[in-house]
Nanobody, 114 residues
Framework: QVQLVESGGGVVQAGESLRLSCAASDTTASINSMGWFRQAPGKQREFVATTTGGGFTNYADSVKGRFTISRDNAKNTVYLQMNNLQPDDTAVYYC????????WGQGTQVTVSS
């Protein structure tokens, strides 16, 4: 059973930055796709960014050019650098690891005030 622990959420003003971290308990996580989804109040969970074990990355159109996903395989950790945050980015951000199915973290709240 893979466990994912997220950190780095908080309250910021529009235009500011945050970096989220997600540490996986499994030492073989480096070969798996990992990434982030988010869920705003009253909305469905939506894709934000992903990175494969081979380093391929993909982003939702709404965050391209502002968010950067990266990973440190030695630490079994994936990061999400979020720049120029906007109020529409307010959501609970969930880390995932995909290995035959999605494993999810507990979520971390990001709140952006205007």
């Amino acid at each position: 059973q893979v466990q994912l622990v997220e950190s780095g959420g908080g309250v910021v003003q529009a235009g500011e930055s945050l970096r989220l971290s997600c540490a996986a308990s499994d030492t073989t996580a480096s070969i798996n796709s990992m990434g982030w989804f988010r869920q705003a109040p009253g909305k469905q969970r939506e894709f934000v960014a992903t990175t494969t074990g081979g380093g391929f990355t993909n982003y939702a159109d709404s965050v391209k050019g502002r968010f950067t996903i990266s990973r440190d395989n030695a630490k079994n950790t994936v990061y999400l650098q979020m720049n120029n945050l906007q109020p529409d980015d307010t959501a609970v951000y969930y880390c995932y690891l995909y290995r035959l199915r999605h494993y999810w973290g507990q979520g971390t709240q990001v709140t952006v005030s205007s």
